[in-house]
Structures are given as C-alpha cells and as structure tokens.
C-alpha cells in the first residue's frame, strides 16, 4: 500500500552541525512533496517542497533532496540552531488522485548545546 | 493578515455532547481542510472543501461533518462527541484547489472527550 515513512522517529544533533532528516514514500504516482516543521503545541509549518522534475531544491539553510529512483526524500538543514528543535514530516501528493495527501508521522529533531 | 485561526484553543466535553470546532482563514484561499492528530499516526484527513459551497470526505470522516457557506469559514462538527475523538484538530488552507498546493495550517485545537 501507499505510505510516506520516515527512518527515523528521532534525531539528536549538536548545534552548529548539518542534520538531515529522511523520508520514504511508495507511490511512484507521488509528483509533489513537502516538508514540515511542527514545534510543540503549535501547528505545522511549511518550510520547503519540490516536484518531481527537480532532484534538489534550496531555501534559507534548508535544502531537500528527492531520488526518485529510490523513491527518498530528505531535508537538510545547515547549521542546526537551538530553534531548529521540532518535529519534522513530509508530505506527499500526486497529479493523478483528486484527494489526496499522505503525511508521514514525522521525526523529532532535538539539538545538543 | 492573521492567516489561519482557530477557536476554541482547547475544550474538554462530555460525551455525547455536540461540539463545533471554528475555522477562519483570511488568505482568500479557494481549499480549506480539517485533520486530527494523534500521537504517532500523524495527520489524518477529515473533511475538505475544494471551494465555497462544496465538501469531500476525508480518511477519516465518520462522527462529523462540514459545512463551507463562504469562502473564509469552514466549521468542524462533532454531533456527539466520543472519547475516540480526544485529539488535536488542525484546519488548513491551500490557494488553489484541493490537494495540488501547499496547505497552510492553524495554531489546532486540543479536544478531549470524556
């Protein structure tokens, strides 16, 4: 069955180093992904996406990777801050279905001083 | 411009109880959505709105409904309320139509029924 995964449900990172946070999907139909930020008690926010005719994309200190062959998904952010500190899922959705988005579960992103 | 708002905050309610979750966006988008949140399962589609005056059910539409009479309001009802709806409710928004844009989501609501 379809479903947007990640391989790891947490994540430990000293400050000032690169994280990279990891996301698989299995619906090869999927042509629109996104990244997501959620800080406790708040709502998630957006951070990044890509469409499938681009392997890589660059924001502010955040970067995401897809590798379609693979079907893998990954966010990378430069220069981990103590503010980086939240959950992070992806989402994925697809051209060919009318109503629907898939968000992975997400990992926890914790920065060490 | 507020974005996405959502009231109450938090609410705990008796079962059986009816309950409407708010939701007011003032981004002018076209789609509006509601999810829960559960620990470790993530979001779930409830209902959405492609545009005012149309609904879709979600994943995971069973115990409540909608209703999109204009544009910028998109109310969540939970007609009688069971303890399998404690959750985190999140509104969203997206400024095309449904499903093929970045949704934007609110601050949640945090329901426990007991």
């Known amino acids: 069955g379809e479903s947007v995964g990640l391989h790891l449900p947490t994540l430990s990172v000293q400050e000032g180093d690169n994280s990279i946070i990891n996301c698989a999907y299995s619906?090869?139909?999927?042509?629109?992904f996104i990244w997501y930020k959620q800080e406790s008690g708040k709502g998630p926010q957006f951070i990044i996406d890509i469409r499938s005719n681009m392997d890589k994309r660059q924001g502010q200190r955040v970067t995401v990777l897809l590798n379609k062959t693979v079907k893998h998904l990954s966010l990378q952010i430069a220069a981990t801050q103590p503010g980086d500190s939240a959950v992070y899922f992806c989402a994925e959705m697809s051209a060919s279905s009318a109503s629907k988005i898939i968000f992975g579960s997400g990992t926890r992103l914790s920065i060490r001083p | 411009i507020a974005g996405i708002t959502q009231a109450p905050t938090s609410q705990i309610l008796a079962a059986g109880r009816r309950m409407t979750l708010r939701c007011t966006q003032d981004?002018?988008?076209?789609?509006m959505y509601w999810y829960r949140q559960d620990l470790g399962l993530g979001l779930r589609l409830i209902h959405y709105s492609n545009t005012a005056g149309t609904t879709g059910k979600g994943e995971v539409p069973d115990g409540y409904s909608v209703s999109r009479a204009n544009s910028d309001y998109f109310p969540l009802t939970l007609a009688s309320a069971v303890p399998s709806q404690t959750s985190v409710y999140f509104c969203?928004?997206?400024?095309?139509?449904?499903?093929?844009?970045?949704?934007?989501f609110g601050p949640g609501t945090r329901l426990l029924v007991l």
């Open positions: 969203a928004s997206s400024p095309g139509q449904a499903f093929k844009e970045t949704q934007y």
């Open positions: 619906n090869s139909a999927s042509d629109y």
């Open positions: 981004m002018r988008h076209n789609a």
